[in-house]
C-alpha cells in the first residue's frame, strides 16, 4: 500500500512503475488542475441534519470484468489505491469472498463503500444487470454487500462515474452540459448537466451504444463501391447496436469483416493506422464514418459542449482527434457566434484515465441518501 502524494506521484512517473498511476496526469506533472464552477458539491463525510454518526471515510471501489480495485478517496482528484484482484465474474459467493478479503482489512466504523460498476443499476430495486458480470445478474449489489461487510454501500455505473469525474475535475470543468463518452472494450456513456449526473428512468441515460442503429453500408476509405455489414448481435438482446463496433472488440471486429484475414488487436491496429497501413486505415476509416454520425446526434440532443472520452480507445489522441473532426463536421452548432469555435475540439482525451470511475465514484456517493435510509424504522 503506498499514498501518493503530488511529489510521489512525480517520482512515480520517473520511475515508470508498474502500478497504476493514481492522480490525474495534470497533477501528476504538478499542472493546475481547472476547477469546476457548476458543481454543488455535498458534503462527503458529514450531514448536520443527520442524528446518524457522520461517515469519516470514504472506500470506493471500481468493478470491471476482470479485476476489481479497492482505494481510499483522499478529496478531489486523489485517491489512495488499496487493493487489486481478480474479479470473480461468474460466482456470486465468490464475487463477495473476493469483495469482502480486498474491503475488510482496510474499512473502520465510520468507513462507506461507493461502487463503479460495469453495468447499469436501478435506481428503483438496486439490482444489477451486467453482460461481462453474469454473478450479479438479479442482486442488489449495494444492498447485499452492504449487508455483508457491516458498511454503509452504494452502486453506480461506472461511465456515469467517468462522465461525473471529468465533468467536475477533469476536461469537462466549467461547462454546464458534459456528454462523457466511453470507448473501452465496448461503448458507454454519461450526461452531466451543472455538476449533477443525469441518471434518467432505469438509470440507462447516456447509453449510446445500444439500439438498432448502426448502417448496414461503409465506404472503404470514403471512396469506391459502398460494403454491406452485418448485423452484429449485441449483449444487450438486439442487433446492429453501435457497441458492436464502437469499442475495441468492435474495432477488431469491423477489422476482420472488411479486411479478412488473420485477426488483429485494436492496440496493433491503431499502431499500423498511424503508420498508414491500408487496411487498417481502411478500418479506422469505417469505424470514424460509422461513429460519428451517432455521437453527432448525441451531442445535439444534450446540448454538450465537451465530450470527454474514456476508455482504452481514448489514449490514441490521434483517433480522438480524427473523431472530433468528423463529429464536428455533423453537428449543427457551426455558427461563430457559439461558444463553440470551427477550430476547438469537442472530443478530449480524458486527464484522469483509469482513476475516472474511482473518482466519479466517490463524486457520486450520497451520504445523505445513506442516512435517511439508516433512520427509517
Ligand atoms: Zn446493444
Known amino acids: 500500500m503506498q499514498r501518493i502524494g503530488l511529489d510521489a506521484a512525480a517520482q512515480r512517473v520517473l520511475d515508470c512503475a508498474p502500478w497504476p498511476l493514481f492522480l490525474c496526469a495534470a497533477e501528476a506533472v504538478g499542472a493546475a488542475v481547472p476547477q469546476p464552477q457548476f458543481m454543488s458539491l455535498k458534503p462527503l463525510f458529514s450531514s448536520p441534519s443527520s442524528s446518524a454518526a457522520p461517515l469519516r471515510e470514504l472506500l470506493v471501489a471500481d468493478i470491471g470484468g476482470s479485476h476489481i480495485r479497492i482505494a481510499r478517496h483522499l478529496g478531489g482528484s486523489r485517491c489512495e489505491l488499496l487493493q487489486q484482484t481478480a474479479t470473480p465474474a461468474k460466482d456470486w459467493s465468490a464475487f463477495c469472498e473476493a469483495m469482502h478479503a480486498a474491503v475488510a482489512p482496510h474499512a473502520g466504523p465510520r468507513s462507506g463503500l461507493s461502487i463503479a460498476i460495469a453495468g447499469v443499476v436501478s435506481p428503483a430495486s ?95 476509405n470514403g471512396q469506391g463501391q459502398p460494403v454491406t455489414l452485418a448485423r452484429w448481435a449485441c449483449g444487450c438482446g438486439q442487433s446492429g447496436c453501435l457497441d458492436t463496433v464502437g469499442g475495441a472488440r468492435g474495432l477488431e471486429r469491423l477489422h476482420l469483416a472488411l479486411n479478412g484475414g488473420a485477426p488483429r488487436n485494436s492496440l496493433q491496429l491503431l499502431i499500423d493506422w498511424q503508420g498508414g497501413e491500408p487496411a487498417a486505415c481502411a478500418t479506422v476509416a469505417a469505424w470514424i464514418d460509422l461513429i460519428s454520425g451517432p455521437l453527432a446526434l448525441v451531442v445535439n440532443l444534450t446540448g454538450a459542449s465537451v465530450v470527454p472520452v474514456c476508455g482504452g480507445l481514448s489514449r490514441c489522441a490521434a483517433l480522438i482527434t480524427a473523431l472530433d473532426a468528423a463529429v464536428r463536421q455533423q453537428i449543427l452548432r457551426r455558427s461563430d457566434e457559439d461558444s463553440l469555435t470551427a477550430d476547438q475540439a469537442l472530443l478530449r482525451p480524458s486527464v484522469l484515465n483509469d482513476q475516472a470511475g474511482l473518482i466519479g465514484a466517490a463524486l457520486a456517493f450520497e451520504p445523505e441518501a445513506m442516512q435517511a435510509k439508516e433512520a427509517q424504522p
Not at 441518471?199 to 438498432?212: F, V
Open 126 to 220: 438496486g439490482e444489477v444487470q451486467a453482460s461481462n458480470l453474469p454473478a450479479l445478474r438479479g442482486h442488489a449489489l449495494a444492498q447485499e454487500l452492504s449487508a455483508r461487510l457491516g458498511l454503509p454501500v452504494q452502486a453506480h455505473n461506472d461511465a456515469d462515474c467517468a462522465a461525473l469525474a471529468e465533468a467536475r475535475l477533469g476536461v469537462g470543468a466549467g461547462h454546464e452540459v458534459v456528454f462523457g463518452a466511453v470507448l473501452g472494450t465496448g461503448v458507454g456513456g454519461g450526461l452531466v448537466v451543472r455538476g449533477q449526473l443525469v441518471r434518467g428512468a432505469g438509470g440507462l441515460c447516456g447509453e449510446w451504444g445500444h439500439g438498432p442503429i448502426l448502417r448496414e453500408t461503409t465506404l472503404l
